[in-house]
């Protein structure tokens, strides 16, 4: 099995290096690498450039500044590469961030995976990051959910999802796509990737107005919006955060934002959720 490994890169003249040096280290070495610079303004061109000058298996493209929205820019620059690409020959599509350091089985245990779990659709490990010098598991999530900087899909499953959405909570919408389509999301425990720019800090705080973008491109229906602010508010202890969510949310409502998900998605979205908050709550 043969990996394509998708890496957006902004402004990470800090970071890349750890990140491509992990993949040289490799124990499997069937790969490429496409190194998407995605407007960079400062040495992470140079940086990308020892790596494709050196080794046959890195490549790059270079993109002008982007003016997309977060979350859809990375999406943007992720297929900006892929396009570049003959899907014919690889197995395995990843989208891997420009700061992370992955172990030295990363890959062969991912490869290992598919192989022997012809059901499995999208598999990662776990994300940690530094705290007064030791590194710890993220926590950002729950531990089913492969996160962003480290998604590894299987090439059938990639492509029969439509690939990745250029939206804001694109890397959930991919997760209930797959699992409405059979395929298993998957995270290995044991394989322990470092989140190289957080150290400490806790980057998962977002502002109200951020998940009211969120809940309304990931497609949700007012009540369910209603409730996902709901639990955010509760965990930041504060009524106003519900309702700065909702003002956002319903901002996004009466413009009609586009949503780049299909109104069967939509529902797909809605269904899965509404299950779940059944199987949580209501115990049914």
Request: include cysteine; hydrophobic fraction near 35%.
């Amino acid at each position: 099995m043969r990996f394509l490994i998708i890496i957006p890169a902004h402004n990470e003249e800090n970071n890349l290096s750890f990140t491509l040096d992990s993949l040289q280290q490799q124990s499997f070495k069937e790969f490429k690498v496409v190194v998407v610079n995605d407007g960079s303004t400062d040495r992470t061109q140079e940086i990308i450039k020892k790596y494709v000058d050196t080794d046959s298996r890195f490549e790059t493209v270079n993109l002008q500044k982007s003016s997309h929205q977060p979350g859809s820019k990375v999406v943007n620059a992720f297929k900006n590469g892929l396009n570049t690409q003959n899907l014919d020959e690889f197995d395995i599509i990843c989208k891997f961030d420009a700061d992370i350091i992955l172990p030295e089985n990363y890959l062969e245990t991912i490869r290992n995976s598919f192989q022997n779990n012809p059901e499995y659709g999208l598999v990662g490990g776990l994300l940690y990051v530094e705290k007064d010098g030791s590194w710890i598991y993220e926590g950002n999530s729950n531990k089913h959910h492969v996160r962003g900087p480290m998604k590894a899909y299987r090439k059938e499953s990639f492509t029969q999802m439509g690939g990745l959405r250029e939206t804001l909570g694109w890397d959930n919408i991919d997760s209930i796509l797959l699992e409405n389509l059979g395929w298993k999301e998957v995270v290995l425990s044991e394989l322990q990737v470092k989140l190289i720019k957080v150290k400490g800090t806790d980057y998962t705080i977002k502002p109200a107005e951020y998940y009211g973008r969120y809940f309304y491109f990931l497609g949700l229906n007012r009540f369910l919006a209603y409730i996902a602010s709901s639990k955010e508010a509760a965990k930041s202890k504060s009524i106003s955060f519900f309702f700065t969510i909702i003002k956002s949310y319903e901002s996004c409502r009466s413009k009609k934002l586009e949503l780049k998900i299909s109104k069967q998605e939509q529902k797909t979205i809605n269904d899965q959720r509404w299950k779940a908050l059944k199987k949580k709550w209501l115990k049914m």
